[in-house]
């Protein structure tokens, strides 16, 4: 089968297409003919090298992808060959073929395309888990989004505004923030322009948010805890702005805060199997209303990821980029 294979890490140039083996489902794994893949960040660390897939997942990149049920393995049931799916995986992704463990595999939600469907797995999953399972987010609080356009960013604002949380953004430009708010984000900030611990205290009346979730980590730390609320929960979800800093522990503790770091990808089988049984109930509704979608930024093929890799970079997109077989 064609696959992106990553034999060194470097730039977008060493993602590379290439013929390989096609997988085997073993016991309780699903063998799916992929339709489409989403692209994410954690992509991009692990062809820099930064973010190696867990022990006896596939080396191949691709957290993600919609396709047809290909192969049942031995155990699994709730599932038929032909059937329409999309999947979190712990990699392998960019190919024709992928194997997922059964708990990992959703539905594709009605009104969504199979194509689409690639991209909500991995969005829906990281949001709920971190923002609602985590972080308790409640209606009528304030919750914070660093990097409102982003695809997790966009599922993120959907969601709050689903469970009535006031939903607060940050992006680069007017264009982004515009998006932002047409999903349902009242305080728009643009962090080129404005501080965003200012400007979400003015627009929240000084209370602060409730909870921010962040993909800058140390960057913004002890900004991030200086805006908190009382009782509010930082959940760390990305380094894009470094690995150390400091924090006054005093403030934190004068808020009785939380700060919380997660990774979504090192989770052992059955956390991933309880997050997306969780994302099954409680967000596959809000998709098959329409109060939640997936947004789709542009669609690549899946030899072209080099392409899609760049793009991302290059932090042009407005939600998720695709690979397409």
Same mark, same amino acid.
């Given at each position: 089968?064609?696959?992106?294979?990553?034999?060194?890490?470097?730039?977008?140039?060493?993602?590379?297409?290439?013929?390989?083996?096609?997988?085997?489902?073993?016991?309780?794994?699903?063998?799916?003919?992929?339709?489409?893949?989403?692209?994410?960040?954690?992509?991009?660390?692990?062809?820099?090298?930064?973010?190696?897939?867990?022990?006896?997942?596939?080396?191949?990149?691709?957290?993600?992808?919609?396709?047809?049920?290909?192969?049942?393995?031995?155990?699994?049931?709730?599932?038929?060959?032909?059937?329409?799916?999309?999947?979190?995986?712990?990699?392998?992704?960019?190919?024709?073929? @992928?194997?997922?463990?059964? $708990? *990992?595999? &959703?539905? /594709?939600?009605? !009104?969504? #395309?199979?194509?689409?469907?690639? =991209?909500?797995?991995?969005?829906?999953?990281?949001?709920?888990?971190?923002?609602?399972?985590? @972080?308790?987010?409640?209606? $009528? *609080?304030? &919750?914070? /989004?660093?990097? !409102?356009? #982003?695809?997790?960013?966009?599922? =993120?604002?959907?969601?709050?505004?689903?469970?009535?949380?006031?939903?607060?953004?940050?992006?680069?430009?007017?264009?982004?923030?515009?998006?932002?708010?047409?999903?349902?984000?009242?305080?728009?900030?643009?962090?080129?322009?404005?501080?965003?611990?200012?400007?979400?205290?003015?627009?929240?009346?000084?209370?602060?948010?409730?909870?921010?979730?962040?993909?800058?980590?140390?960057?913004?730390?002890?900004?991030?805890?200086?805006?908190?609320?009382?009782?509010?929960?930082?959940?760390?979800?990305?380094?894009?702005?470094?690995?150390?800093?400091?924090?006054?522990?005093?403030?934190?503790?004068?808020?009785?805060?939380?700060?919380?770091?997660?990774?979504?990808?090192?989770?052992?089988?059955?956390?991933?199997?309880?997050?997306?049984?969780?994302?099954?109930?409680?967000?596959?509704?809000?998709?098959?209303?329409?109060?939640?979608?997936?947004?789709?930024?542009?669609?690549?093929?899946?030899?072209?990821?080099?392409?899609?890799?760049?793009?991302?970079?290059?932090?042009?997109?407005?939600?998720?980029?695709?690979?397409?077989?």
């Amino acid at each position: 089968m064609r696959a992106i294979t990553l034999p060194q890490p470097g730039g977008p140039e060493a993602l590379v297409p290439a013929d390989v083996d096609a997988p085997t489902p073993g016991p309780g794994e699903v063998l799916v003919d992929v339709v489409a893949a989403g692209v994410n960040r954690a992509d991009v660390m692990q062809r820099l090298g930064h973010y190696p897939p867990p022990e006896g997942a596939s080396p191949l990149p691709g957290l993600e992808v919609s396709g047809r049920v290909a192969a049942l393995g031995d155990g699994v049931e709730g599932w038929t060959v032909g059937g329409e799916v999309c999947a979190l995986l712990d990699g392998g992704g960019y190919a024709e073929q @992928a194997v997922v463990p059964a $708990g *990992q595999l &959703l539905p /594709v939600p009605s !009104g969504v #395309s199979l194509e689409d469907a690639a =991209a909500l797995p991995e969005v829906a999953c990281t949001v709920w888990s971190n923002v609602f399972l985590v @972080a308790n987010i409640q209606p $009528g *609080q304030v &919750l914070l /989004v660093h990097g !409102g356009s #982003s695809g997790i960013g966009t599922m =993120a604002i959907q969601l709050g505004k689903a469970v009535g949380a006031h939903v607060a953004v940050t992006a680069g430009s007017q264009a982004k923030l515009d998006v932002c708010r047409d999903l349902g984000a009242e305080m728009l900030v643009n962090y080129r322009e404005e501080d965003f611990v200012e400007r979400v205290r003015a627009l929240s009346d000084g209370h602060g948010a409730d909870v921010i979730l962040d993909n800058m980590g140390a960057k913004y730390l002890s900004r991030n805890v200086d805006l908190l609320a009382t009782g509010g929960r930082l959940v760390t979800i990305g380094l894009m702005g470094g690995r150390t800093g400091e924090l006054d522990m005093g403030v934190l503790l004068a808020k009785r805060g939380a700060v919380i770091a997660t990774s979504l990808r090192s989770r052992p089988a059955t956390e991933k199997a309880a997050i997306v049984a969780a994302v099954r109930e409680h967000v596959w509704p809000l998709v098959e209303s329409g109060d939640v979608r997936p947004i789709v930024h542009s669609r690549h093929r899946l030899e072209d990821a080099a392409e899609a890799h760049r793009e991302m970079e290059a932090s042009t997109h407005i939600g998720k980029i695709l690979l397409t077989t």
